[in-house]
């Protein structure tokens, strides 16, 4: 019962984004010059930006945006940390004690400054879609090595389990035992760290659009939709210009239970 | 969870930020004035000012032998009773006012005039407005009697006058950083990061009309904030007495809230515009670089792009659409029957074709066959800069050009300007300081390196660059108004017809002003609303 009603909720604002994007008269870049910063009315239900654009379509496709993105880049994080946990866990001890090692530096780096760096080396004519790739992927990139602690710790737990070094026994190879024993059993590890890189990627994306670093416009994103929380001008003109940052919690609670029901399970 | 959360109050911080606690203002201290410069000065030495901050402080302590009144643009006679220019232009004789002391009482000769005019010229000050005498080196001062001071220029300046606008006078062989002036104010405190303070002279040789000696304030306080939302509340509770440069969403919430505070003055001096980067160095592809050379491609460019809506969204209707470098409030250099590219997207779109582009659905290729695709750099920071470039991003789509905005902090940005050429097309701005073409001399020779769309030159690239070069030539050496003028209405044509720069607004000049204070007579040129800060003051209790 608790993990369908946050799962419903998810699916219901995916699915509004995705029909809204779909049945909208406007496309998410379009500038309606005559209706800037405009009120809920019937043309543009939550109004407009302060470029005329309709905030609906737009909220709708920064949602659709930030998840796909964020759940993409968590997808690869997860990949990387399992392969490098794993490396981790079953290689010789001094091969263990570099590969921590490269992950604790890993840690330790300026993520933001790095962030920054991809972002600016980027081709200037990269389109908004290339932008957005770029954004979750260095992202991506970077997020993996606390999840690869996490792992690593579960694999050497498991590694030395009695039916590990029954398997041994048995005559099954290491790739066998982890592919067939193994992974199965880290699984409930696996997926909280997942849930937990979501939403911990949403709110990076943000962040980094909230300092212009992130996805190009016109293509929408929280980020971008969020810098205009900071002119208080735009805030005394329209109240639904907090509509992005209250959907963002929204989805970021959402997706907190997914994580914190994982984690409990695990 | 708690990470998240933490996270969540990040985010809501930054949501909330416009409703954060407001810092505190330094204490007011009876009779002060108050406002804000963005950030600290580089130097109190008057000499050495090459930034607003410290121009501000300057021209609130530094004497003067000439003021350039800001609202007739003329020079005034200040510490100097009059002055005298030679019918050949290269002998100005100052005649100074009886009885002139410096705020420590010490008597101020022509022997501290002519220090101080010749530590301005010497190289080893480096003081920028040096370059402005074109041979400082040879530039002579002699001091007939203790009231008498005579500058031999080698060859004329233009417009000389305003240029002692810039030279303060300081006690001869004691400079003290602003602490001893002969202007209205003095340096009293500077605490960095926080504020300046300045207290009034009380040896200060001006007195108003009942014989009441000036200023009238008793002090200045310069807070150092660069926060426009703090410096509005601040302003709005009656903590500062002025903002000068308000940006247009800030102008409209303030008028809302105070309305009886702002007033648009109009359009500035100074303009927004769009380039491409024309330079042979730039690393750029052949082809792209074929476009931005072709007048054609540039024309289309400025023919769709809506410069009234730039105007209407990006400044809440408080900028003016431009299209040449001499805005209208410039009255006297404006030209007036300036013909431009006119507003037509369809007609961009045929002269597109004319010149061998072809459209295939939404995408417009040139002649040998590459999308015309290409990104426009700017500020980050500047929320109309960016409204602009996205605008400009549609407009252009309408002739099937694909455009990607990219905003990049400052430096960065000036890096691929200035160092590397690696940009394509910039949206940026001109502040002019004055009205007067020959401070735009550095912009618009090919062999200047701030000449942006192809700097440093060693020969101009092309005729029209030559005829500019010419033109800004004649007008900076001829005596004469009218051949000025008509040389400068040259300059402004061609760069209506090549559009090396395509211009899009004149921003207006917009101000705020405690309705408590008294005397303030706005101006364009800067320090715009405080220019004649000897006769403002502030009526307490009558808010």
């Given amino acids: ?66 998840l796909t993105g964020a759940t993409a880049a968590a997808a690869i994080t997860t990949l990387i940390a399992a392969c490098f946990g794993l490396l981790a866990a079953f290689s010789p001890r001094s091969i263990a004690i570099v590969l921590l090692f490269v992950s604790d530096l890993f840690l330790s780096l300026p993520w933001l400054f790095l962030l920054m760096m991809a972002r600016s080396l980027l081709p200037l004519t990269a389109s908004p879609v290339e932008t957005a790739v770029t954004t979750f992927l260095v992202l991506a990139a970077l997020g993996w090595p606390a999840c690869a602690r996490a792992i690593y710790r579960g694999a050497v737990q498991l590694r030395y389990t009695e039916w590990m070094i029954y398997g041994h026994a048995c005559g099954l190879r290491t790739q066998q035992l982890i592919r067939l024993h193994l ?82 399970n695990a | 969870m708690r990470n998240l959360y933490g996270r969540f109050l990040l985010l809501a911080g930054l949501a909330l930020g416009a409703h954060a606690a407001l810092s505190q203002a ?143 006078i300081e006690p001869a062989d004691r400079p003290s950083e602003g602490r001893v002036t002969s202007g209205p104010f003095t340096v009293a405190e500077y605490k960095r990061g926080q504020y300046v303070r300045l207290k009034r002279n009380p040896n200060y040789w001006r007195r108003d009309g009942a014989g009441v000696q000036l200023p009238y304030a008793t002090g200045v306080r310069m807070d150092i904030l660069n926060n426009r939302e703090q410096e509005i509340a601040l302003f709005l509770r009656g903590e500062y007495d002025l903002i000068d440069g308000l940006p247009a969403d800030y102008f409209n919430l303030l008028t809302q809230k105070a309305p009886k505070s702002t007033r648009d003055l109009g359009a500035s001096l100074n303009s927004e515009q769009l380039w491409f980067n024309q330079s042979s160095v730039a690393a750029l592809p052949d082809f792209e670089k074929a476009w931005f050379l072709n007048r054609s491609f540039r024309v289309s460019v400025s023919q769709a792009i809506h410069r009234a809506d730039l105007a209407r969204i990006a400044y809440d209707g408080h900028a003016t659409p431009a299209f040449g470098f001499i805005s209208p409030a410039n009255t006297i250099w404006h030209n007036n029957n300036l013909k431009y590219p006119h507003e037509s997207t369809a007609d961009a779109a045929r002269m597109l074709e004319a010149a061998g582009f072809h459209r295939s659905g939404n995408q417009l290729y040139d002649g040998t066959g590459h999308p015309v695709k290409f990104s426009i750099l700017t500020n980050a920071g500047n929320a ?160």
């Fill in chain 2, 384 to 543: 109309a800069r960016q409204k602009m470039a996205a605008m400009i991003q549609q407009d252009l789509a309408a002739l099937g050009m694909q455009v990607t905005v990219v905003t990049l902090d400052f430096p960065a940005l000036i890096e691929r300007l200035m160092h590397k050429q690696d940009y394509e097309a910039c949206l940026l701005g001109v502040s002019n300081a004055e009205p007067d073409p020959s401070s735009m001399m550095n912009m618009w020779l090919s062999s200047s390196p701030n000449h942006q769309w192809n700097p440093s030159e060693k020969t101009p690239a092309t005729e029209w660059e030559a005829e500019i070069d010419k033109q800004m030539q004649l007008q900076a050496s001829n005596p004469a108004q009218s051949t000025r003028k008509a040389a400068v209405d040259r300059v402004q044509q061609i760069v209506a017809d090549q559009q090396p720069f395509i211009y899009l607004v004149y921003p207006n000049v917009l101000q705020a002003v405690s309705p408590q204070l008294r005397g303030v007579q706005p101006a364009i040129l800067s320090p715009g609303l405080v220019w004649n800060i000897e006769s403002i003051r502030r009526q307490e209790g009558s808010r």
């Fill in chain 1, 1 to 66: 019962m608790t993990k369908r009603m946050p799962a419903a909720a998810l699916l219901l604002l995916i699915a509004s984004a995705a029909l809204t994007l779909m049945f909208s008269r406007y496309d998410y870049a379009h500038q309606d010059r005559d209706a800037i910063m405009a009120s809920s009315s019937e043309e543009h239900s939550t109004g407009t930006d302060e470029l005329g654009r309709d905030r609906t379509v737009r909220v709708a496709a920064a949602l659709l945006v930030g």
């Fill in chain 2, 26 to 168: 330094a204490p007011r201290l009876p009779g002060e004035l108050a406002w804000v410069i963005r950030y600290d000065p580089k130097t109190f030495d008057p000499a050495k000012v090459d930034e607003q901050a410290s121009e501000m402080v300057r021209y609130m302590t530094g004497g003067v032998l000439l003021r350039l009144n800001r609202q007739t643009q003329e020079p005034e006679p200040q510490l100097a009773e009059s002055y005298n220019v030679s019918p050949q232009g290269t002998l100005i004789v100052f005649k100074l006012r009886q009885g002139l002391r410096f705020s420590d009482g010490a008597a101020l000769t022509s022997a501290d005039v002519a220090w101080s005019i010749r530590r301005v010229l010497a190289p080893a000050t480096q003081a920028p407005v040096a370059e402005e005498f074109l041979s400082p080196a040879e530039v002579t001062v002699d001091t007939p009697d203790k009231l008498t001071i005579r500058v031999h220029l080698p060859k004329r300046v233009i417009g000389v006058g305003k240029l002692f606008d810039w030279i303060a």
């Fill in chain 1, 183 to 264: 992974l199965p059993h880290l699984r409930s590890l696996f997926l909280p760290q997942f849930l937990i890189c979501v939403p911990a990627f949403i709110v990076a994306e943000a962040n980094l659009g909230a300092l212009g670093l992130g996805v190009g416009e016109p293509l929408p994103s929280w980020g971008a939709m969020l810098l205009e929380l900071d002119n208080s001008a735009l805030l005394a003109r329209s109240h639904w210009v907090y509509l992005p940052i209250v959907l963002l919690v929204v989805v970021l609670l959402i997706l907190e239970s997914f994580s914190s029901e994982g984690g409990t």
